[in-house]
């Protein structure tokens, strides 16, 4: 394949050597159960109690126990989610969350509601994506029993007033999850200083194998597993443990803590350069999202009037840029993404969505070569569009 320009580290990242040749060993040499009491049991017992010290540590957590390995950042929601509503039924069945979360936690409060009767609010946002924490108090009732809200936006990279809700739920004596999947490796995260009671990480988005996992439970929440099963993760993640993918996770999570300030500086520079750039050089141009430190290190995203994000994608695609849209094609229809929508966009404005999201090995090279390409390519699609009339 020829030169290829990465620009989608939001779905996921390349796997780190460092975490390749972790993981190697468990594949083979060291298969062994974490359950088996015996030598080899042991082994994989101890990779796993080491992995599970490095994601503490990059939470800032104050007990490896307090982690609980999954199988993805969609299954660690699930069960924050599922598992404390289901936990606290006794107290209440009302949740808040808001609009832009990301589907694993919309669609586990849309199953709530439809099969279980739980009530959900969903907080609307403002036009950079921020929920109001004036309505988030107003939205809470007597019966309220969990809030979910995500630490920053994977469409956008709003990233929300989490101490603040943390402390709001705290008052009221309301769980407080969130998603932190896209804050993770790029923000500081400090579990014990925001006082969040659980919250999600994926380690396919730090530089870390896909299909691992993870949920923070702060000691003391209640939690119904989701799944029936052995006695796994105390009791509350029933399965064999995927070894060789925690032990990846451990890694990337040591990595990450190690090449946060640098990697944080690197990428601001170059997505405010992004930002500057195209503002400058192209008209008829959203920013979506807030600038400055309410905005993820690696996140940019723009709206292009007139033309469609998948056309923009395409043709970055014929030059060698991977990059992502907001929208999700659904049976055959585009449909605008819910996040782009609700910042209150028309549904012509959201279709002209393009994310670029930056990682650990993006280079100053490659932001030229994006830079050098996509002023055209938004005027070539223009100057084809009916809508466009120069
Ligand atoms: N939450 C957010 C904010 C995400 O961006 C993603 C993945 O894109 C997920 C959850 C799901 O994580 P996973 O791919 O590990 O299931």
Do not use: W
């Not at 049991?41 to 101890?46: L, S, V």
């Not at 209440?92 to 409060?109: M, Q």
């Not at 509601?113 to 739980?118: A, T, V, Y």
């Amino acid at each position: 394949m020829s030169k290829r320009y990465y620009f989608d580290h939001a779905a996921t990242t390349t796997l780190d050597s460092e975490v390749f040749q972790a993981m190697e060993p468990f594949f083979q040499d060291k298969f062994g159960n974490p359950s088996s009491i015996y030598q080899e049991g042991q082994q994989a017992e101890r990779a796993l109690t080491e992995a599970r010290e490095k994601v503490q540590q990059m939470i800032n957590a104050a007990d490896s126990r307090e982690i609980i390995f999954t199988g993805s950042g969609t299954e660690a929601d699930n069960l924050a989610i599922k598992g404390a509503a289901m936990a606290r039924m006794d107290r209440g069945n009302h949740i808040i969350t808001s609009k832009t979360e990301h589907h694993a936690v919309l669609h586990t409060c849309e199953f709530l509601e439809k099969h279980l009767d739980f009530e959900v609010t969903y907080l609307p946002v403002d036009e950079e994506g921020l929920i109001d924490l004036q309505e988030l108090e107003e939205a809470i009732r007597p019966d309220t029993i969990l809030i979910t809200i995500m630490t920053a936006n994977n469409e956008i990279g709003t990233i929300q007033p989490i101490f603040r809700i943390a402390e709001i739920a705290g008052e009221h004596d309301i769980y407080f999850h969130t998603d932190a999947v896209q804050a993770a490796g790029q923000l500081e995260i400090d579990v014990q200083q925001s006082g969040v009671d659980l919250l999600s990480l994926s380690a396919h988005k730090i530089n870390g194998p896909k299909g691992v996992g993870a949920l923070y439970v702060k000691k003391g929440t209640r939690l119904l597993p989701q799944m029936q099963g052995g006695a796994q993760e105390r009791k509350r993640r029933a399965s064999t443990e995927n070894v060789p993918g925690i032990v990846g996770f451990g890694k990337a999570a040591e990595l990450a803590v190690k090449r946060l300030p640098e990697k944080r500086q690197k990428l601001i520079k170059f997505r405010d350069r992004i930002i500057d750039t195209v503002l400058d050089e192209i008209s008829e141009v959203r920013l979506n999202g807030p600038r400055g430190d309410q905005r993820l290190p690696n996140n940019v995203s723009f709206c292009f009037r007139y033309i469609e994000g998948e056309s923009i994608l395409l043709n970055l695609d014929m030059l060698g840029i991977a990059a992502s849209s907001g929208s999700a094609c659904t049976s055959g229809s585009l449909d605008p993404s819910h996040v782009m929508l609700s910042l209150g966009l028309s549904h012509e404005v959201a279709h002209g969505s393009l994310r670029i999201s930056m990682g650990y090995s993006t280079t100053e090279e490659e932001v030229d070569y994006l830079l050098e390409n996509l002023p055209s390519v938004i005027q070539k699609l223009r100057d084809m569009s009916p809508l466009y009339e120069g």
